[in-house]
């Protein structure tokens, strides 16, 4: 059995040499594939994981997709360390060598097109939340205290809850104005996002919005109401860096995170 | 593994770039298992699979 070819990135020929120490996906060493004036990175991995049906259920295993995008990122990683390379999706994969020189063949002026876009640039990723004005935890109170028997229990609400609503309506007041803090809250963090996102757009060659992650995958605090990508070259990311950090210090109640630099993932596209 | 470790990355800032972004390659000489559409769907499964386990904190807005 010879192994599939899994791709990791297209570049232009580099000089300095990957570490042999440098594994990605199935824990293979990357190797080059030269084509013309094209290298492609790749990594023989085994069918039994990376044939359409096997590689369709590891998809949704958590674990494994992990795994692999943390494998995949780590090769795109050392690539960006030596040139700027072009990254291919998540799980590209080919029958053997003569299917990447052939995709390579075929594409080779739009990757010429995209690499020359995207050479000595990398990617910022840039994400503003709003920290919720109040926790899961105490809204869960708030609605157990609703019931006129569960405020007894001495369970339902912790000793620092603000005072008990005496009534339905009271209640109902009060849940009102916890929403209406909420609107008046993602209203700002979406007007501080918009003109922080204009400001980094001036500095970006290309910008791209990603959707706003989920708080259940993140594991972040807050909403996520801004997670977009910068285009920028490395000459001038140490400015973008800095602007990034200054937005830092006048934004009470919410959080700006910078992410990278990565590869030019979000601006891949040919058609930009 | 690289010789200097470096901070972990979050798994959904990478998955914002590795399913979302990179070149997608379709066509015959490929298992089009890059498929944009395949890659949501999955990704959809994948959220929801999370969702039944652990609520999300916004729920109380809706």
Sequence with gaps: MSGLRYVYAVCRPFGTPLSAQLTGVAGVPPKQLTHHGLVAVVGQVPEEDFAERPLRAHLEDLDWLSATARAHQNVIDALTVVTSPLPLRLATVFLDDSGVRTMMEQREDAFLRTLDRLDGRVEWGVKVYAESPETPESSATVDSAAGTESSEDPNSRPASSPAKPVSGRDYLRQRRGQRRAHEEKWEQAEEFSRRLHETLSGYAEETRIHAPQNAVLSHASGRNVLNAAYLVPRSESEAFVELVDRTKDDSPGLRVELTGPWAAYSFSGEDS | ?62
């Design chain 2, 1 to 62: 593994m690289t010789v200097v470790e470096r901070r972990e990355i979050a798994l959904v800032d990478l998955l914002d770039r590795l399913l979302a972004g990179g070149v997608v390659i379709t066509g015959d000489l490929t298992l089009r298992i890059a498929d944009v559409d395949l890659v949501r769907i999955d990704l959809n499964a994948l959220i929801s699979s999370v969702n039944e386990q652990v609520p999300s904190p916004w729920r109380e807005l809706e």
